[in-house]
């Protein structure tokens, strides 16, 4: 069984960092791509970074590039997503997903991966 388990979302004021954590099971780890996709209310799910399997390959979106770090620790089987220089247009649910690639379209991350974690909050004040 597939399972990731993202963690390290709080509260945190304009300006911050916070760490997010993404811990996959039930997967070859070396064998995928990890996505890290938000979601704030009313708005639609956003792919905001990707590492793929070969780890040569990232991906970010526009809205985060320059501020938020994606990296993995494979002994680990966890995917990092640190976030610097948080804005209040980030506060949302924050989620990590399993699939075989980091596919984009039209420079947008695709958001039909296999296998989804719950998701962790990330609240920025200002």
């Known amino acids: 069984e597939v399972q990731l388990q993202a963690s390290g979302g709080g509260l945190v004021q304009a300006g911050g960092s916070l760490r997010l954590s993404c811990v996959v099971s039930?997967?070859?780890?070396?064998?995928?791509?990890i996505g890290w996709f938000r979601q704030a209310p009313g708005k639609e799910r956003e792919g905001i970074s990707c590492i793929g399997s070969g780890d040569d390959i990232t991906y970010y979106a526009d809205s985060v590039k320059g501020r938020f770090t994606i990296s993995n620790d494979n002994e680990k089987n966890t995917v990092y997503l640190q976030m610097n220089n948080l804005k209040p247009e980030d506060t949302a649910d924050y989620y990590c997903a399993a699939d075989w690639s980091c596919a984009t379209v039209g420079g947008r991350l695709l958001p039909d991966f296999l296998s989804w974690g719950q998701g962790t909050l990330v609240t920025v004040s200002s």
């Open positions: 039930g997967i070859t780890f070396d064998d995928h791509a």
